[in-house]
């Protein structure tokens, strides 16, 4: 039997910095992917973390400010490698398919920060390069999206009160009907540490 990954994307103090975050589809988010973590270790998978770095913007993703890493509660251990990316998935600008190649991995599981971003576009590369993907919705979170047409300089009060707004539920729902059979599993944090797991992947 193959072995198996867990990537855990951009679960990083930037997001938690930006207003919007109070906002975010999934407060247990932290909870959600440390159980997940946790049974990966129980299992011998491998657990890969990847941070989203953009350097030189002095943006929130510029490491200069310090925000380019693990929000408190998620911590790596010896052994588990931790990949900085400056694309939106986690292959391009990274060596995560050589990790995984010489893992010997073919199943990949993905939760983290955002749904319809970094965790969708991984998603969707990994299966076109193969790996049997699993998306784990309820251990990813995303924000309400403004429309395109809003300036940048709106405030989070004029992008939730704007009915073109994509709401966090319109976002989820997208997201699943996009990659469910075509390009990933939908899966939840309680069937993924249950005892159903091992029969689902044998």
Request: with cysteine; aromatic share 6%.
């Amino acid at each position: 039997m193959s072995r198996a990954a867990l990537v855990v994307i951009d679960v990083q103090e930037s997001f938690r910095q930006r207003p919007i975050w109070a906002y975010g589809s999934n407060p247990d988010l932290v909870r959600q992917v440390d159980r997940l973590v946790a049974a990966a270790r129980e299992r011998g998978d491998l657990v890969v973390w990847v941070l989203h770095s953009e350097p030189g913007t002095g943006g929130l993703f510029d490491p200069a400010l310090g925000h380019v890493r693990l929000i408190d509660g998620l911590v790596p251990v010896e052994g588990e490698p931790t990949l900085v990316k400056t694309a939106h998935n986690a292959f391009t600008t990274t060596n995560l398919q050589q990790l995984l190649t010489v893992a010997g991995v073919h199943d990949l599981t993905v939760c983290g920060i955002r749904t319809e971003q970094c965790v969708e576009t991984t998603t969707r590369v990994g299966a076109d390069l193969g790996y049997r993907m699993t998306f784990v919705t309820d251990a990813t979170l995303t924000f309400p999206i403004p429309h395109r047409d809003l300036p940048e300089t709106a405030t989070v009060e004029e992008i939730l009160a704007d009915p073109r707004t994509l709401t966090n539920e319109e976002i989820v729902t997208r997201t699943e009907y996009a990659l469910a059979g075509r390009f990933a599993t939908i899966a939840t944090v309680d069937e993924l540490t249950g005892a159903t797991y091992a029969g689902a992947r044998g």
